[in-house]
T-cell receptor, first 116, second 116 residues
């Protein structure tokens, strides 16, 4: 069975400082992993995805994530936070198995606050 | 066009009303999804359509009735809802991924539903 754990429910950073949002996953298979962002009262936007190609994945808005199989991690980073990055971030793994490959397994989310 | 369009954006309905939520995409995706999202929580999968046929129903109460008239449209018919059904309802679409590599889901902005 697949699962995903976001290690921090809330992260607060100052504008211009680095962002680190942590995600660990569990999967018996080579996983597909995603990070989505949701701004207040908005839908979900895909930031980036890992699908067994390069382990360092670059996404939109300066975000990137590194897939580390030995640590079963897929942490999201950004070198310099911007006020507009304040949002809820979800780490997601795609379920694998007969009939299940259209299910997404969601972490509980990390709320990112960016202070001026 | 990488957009999923949902209407209406906001909906207030009484417990005896019948209403419908609509979702449209023109990306040629053959998998479409309904999710329910409560505040500060990850989305919960409700239904999945694959090639216009219902493939997953996550034990959703019958007061929610999905319909997929064609490959671009997805509806969610609502009848006799309860106040606890108030939530953000999100539509998504994706390719039908059979590979481990998987495919990402594209989300609409959601319909904010309030049941009074």
């Amino acid at each position: 069975a697949q699962s995903v754990t976001q290690l921090d429910s809330h992260v607060s950073v100052s504008e211009g400082t680095p962002v680190l949002l942590r995600c660990n996953y569990s999967s018996s298979y080579s996983p597909s992993l995603f990070w989505y962002v949701q701004h207040p009262n908005k839908g979900l936007q895909l930031l980036l995805k890992y699908t067994s190609a390069a382990t360092l994945v670059k996404g939109i808005n300066g975000f990137e994530a590194e897939f580390k199989k030995s640590e079963t991690s897929f942490h999201l980073t950004k070198p310099s936070a911007h006020m507009s990055d304040a949002a809820e971030y979800f780490c997601v793994v795609r379920a694998i198995g007969a009939g299940n490959n259209r299910k997404l397994i969601w972490g509980l989310g990390t709320s990112l606050a960016v202070n001026p | 066009d990488t957009e999923v369009t949902q209407t209406p954006k906001h909906l207030v309905m009484g417990m005896t009303n019948k209403k419908s939520l609509k979702c449209e995409q023109h990306m040629g995706h053959r998998a479409m999804y309904w999710y329910k999202q409560k505040a500060k929580k990850p989305p919960e999968l409700m239904f999945v359509y694959s090639y216009e046929k219902l493939s997953i129903n996550e034990s959703v109460p019958s007061r929610f009735s999905p319909e997929c008239p064609n490959s671009s449209l997805l509806n969610l018919h609502l009848h006799a809802l309860q106040p606890e059904d108030s939530a953000l309802y999100l539509c998504a679409s994706s390719q039908v991924g059979r590979q481990v590599g998987g495919t990402e889901a594209f989300f609409g902005q959601g319909t904010r539903l309030t049941v009074v």
